[in-house]
């Protein structure tokens, strides 16, 4: 009987200090949320009204002046980082790391590794090298951020602690002698990135200590080299996360070799008893596992992009690709088509070739590192010099619809044949070299339809009327067609049967259609249109200029070539970079009056006329007494009323849930995104706020 009675007293001990684990898990989200939106909130205007005044515009300021703003903004951009590194700390100890596995390029990551990293190794005259050293260029399976994040941090304390000489960081296979110490590693193919320098070396009692927070090689006040002591931690806790190690081999005075040993994948069972794992699927799993060449290959890695010289009577396209076996096939067939090429591995270095280079098309992949296919995409479209540039999806996803809403010619899921890709390529020849856009109007009522094509007459656009759904169907069977503009209120053939017909066939699938009716449309209706509609718009006073901004947008994806120079026109139609922003109306509800100056400052300077709430309560009541307002800047952390509930009662309010709500939070929790657009937020940005992406986004949705 007293066994029984231990075991049910052990047991109510487990029990109570399992509900006391996660009692404190809990408490330290909240405290991570709350912390980050703490320090990030007074972080934002520091940085956005310190930018201000480095850009002087009004020209008021001295030399000097600028130098002091210069230098508080970099001053803030510094504690940005101190603060991001906490919580990076925090969200370790708290078990809120979130591993994604995905395919990583060795050869692109340190090529955008030099590109970070060779211009602060030029500024202190040390060498910097970048060399793979198996028999081929190989990928490896783990989570590219952490792993990236590791190799910054190495690398950077290579660089600081190195005065002559060179900083090395090299790939390949694990050296003889060095002794693995994970057991769960002993049995592996394993790989190791290797940084070495030839810095002040670290002292043998010191090697231990220097991977402990806060902890540094000299930690007296007289110091020469700054930093907090948290890189190593960080790194350290990620490498385990990830399954992998980091051995230090150093001498005083002769230089130090950090070493990141990593598995071929990461075992998604032992890889961390405190990170969650996703593995998105990838159709180039195993592309690295095919036999390797007898050569070694070795290269060294420099930043500049690509020296293009325009060739006369040849096309010029981009790829943006991470694959880059792929990209390499690509590049062989558009080739053969007559294409002048450059390629991309990740979104970023795409929308610099883009804008730079300004290609007559683009093949995009969605699964990129960094930003994904579908905010490059968004990117292109909000910029006036990229926006008619036609873009072709490739993805190893069936989220064709998600491509086709934001403006894509063209979608192939992977594996793609060499039958679809020569499709492809004839589809991107055909929209090239089309000087005429071709315009689609269904719409039964006569007076109504000839009133459409008023408004949307312009030159080089041919525009066909048609009064039912089977003789537009038949149309577009026979034409080619680059926007359709739809009644979903048609008498024979309905217009949700039309769209639904479009939007199976795979030759007119892609085609943009633009919803314009008086129909008072159910829920239902509306969510059914929504899944196939590029665009609803209700007839109503302000909807003929929606329209004819809509249409603009979707008929000149593609642009007239200029025969001087080949670069993308802007017909007159269309506005330019801000003249879309000026003299909307912005509502920005935010408790912070510093955020809201800053903001206010940053949006007036663009010609946006802006109004503050300081709730969500004050928010919704200048919404209802303002019925100009064209978008909501929503604040997530107030008081009274918070952004989730706010976002919620807009969208609930029939008067109000069209208007565009771009949600701005400090807090730094993985599911907050998910949580902003599950309210009603049309986007999400993190603060501190980038200014530049903020504008961008706002001439994506005010365009609207």
Known sequence: MRKNDELELMQEEVTRKANDLEITSKYKSEFLANMSHELRTPLNSILVLSQLLVENKAQTLSAKQIEFARTINSSGSDLLSLINDILDLSKVESGKIELVIERMDIADTFNMLSSIFLPMATEKSIGLEFIIDTKKPIAIHSDAKRLGQIMKNLISNAIKFTDHGKVTCRFGNIPADVKIKRNDLKNKKLFCFTIEDTGIGIPPEKQQLIFEAFQQVDGTTSRKYGGTGLGLTISRSFAEIIGGEIQLFSKPGIGSKFMLIV??????????????????????????AEKTNEKPFATTFVSNGPVLIKKEGLNTLLIIEDDNNFSSVLESLATEKGFQCIIAHDGETGLHYADYYKPDAII??????????????????????????????????????????????????????????????????????????????????????????????????????????????AYLLGEIVDCIILDVGLKMMSGFELLEKIRTNEKLKQIPVIIYTGKDLSREEEEKLKRYADSIIIKGVKSPERLVAETTLFLHQVAHKSEANHRQQMPDSLPDKDSVLKGKKILIVDDDMRNVFALSSVLEEKGLVVMAGRNGIDGLEKLGKNDDISLVLMDIMMPEMDGYEAMRQIRSNKDLKHIPIIALTAKAMKDDREKCIAAGANDYLVKPVDTAKLISLLRVWLYK
């Open 364 to 473: 995009l992949d969605v699964g990129l590192p960094g930003i994904d296919g579908f905010e490059v995409m968004r990117r292109l479209k909000s910029n006036p010099d990229t926006a008619r540039v036609p873009v072709h999806f490739i993805t190893a996803n069936d989220n064709q619809l998600d491509a086709l809403k934001l403006g894509a010619i063209g979608f192939l899921t992977k594996p793609v044949s060499l039958e679809k890709l020569s499709q492809s390529f004839k589809r991107i020849e055909d929209i090239i070299s089309r000087q005429v856009k071709r315009l689609l109007i269904v719409e039964d009522d006569a007076a109504m339809s000839h009133s459409i094509k008023e408004l949307t007459t312009a030159d080089g656009v041919e525009i066909k009327e048609v009064a039912d759904g089977s003789e537009a169907y």
């Open 263 to 288: 598995g071929e994948s990461v075992d998604t069972v032992k890889a961390s008893s405190t990170g969650d794992i996703s593995v998105p699927h990838s159709d180039t799993a195993n592309s690295n």
